[in-house]
């Protein structure tokens, strides 16, 4: 476990106290909510971004270009292994 120290203002303290009492649990338990919520936003918000860049690739070249690339990266994967089982059939 990790022990972090926070200084809030005023303000946000009270926010704090006032959502954590609201939801009955302590604050620090409140505090570490907000922070795994975040977290998970964040890496959730990547993925997308990252599928979406992904997706941005169907738009490169064209169907002929394509299959010919996808025949070199087959061959090229199945000539590079370790085991004699094929990764293409």
Do not use: C, P, W
Request: net charge negative; no cysteine.
């Amino acid at each position: 476990m990790m022990t972090v120290v926070l200084e809030l203002s005023d303000d946000l303290g009270a926010l704090v106290e006032t959502e954590a009492k609201r939801r009955a649990i302590d604050a620090g338990e409140l505090v570490r909510e907000l922070v795994a919520s975040a977290l998970e936003r964040g890496e959730s918000h990547r993925t997308a971004e990252q599928l979406r860049v992904l997706d941005s690739l169907l738009e490169i070249g064209d169907d002929d270009e394509q299959r010919e690339t996808f025949e070199y990266l087959r061959t090229a994967v199945d000539n590079d292994r370790l085991s004699e089982r094929r990764r293409f059939a």
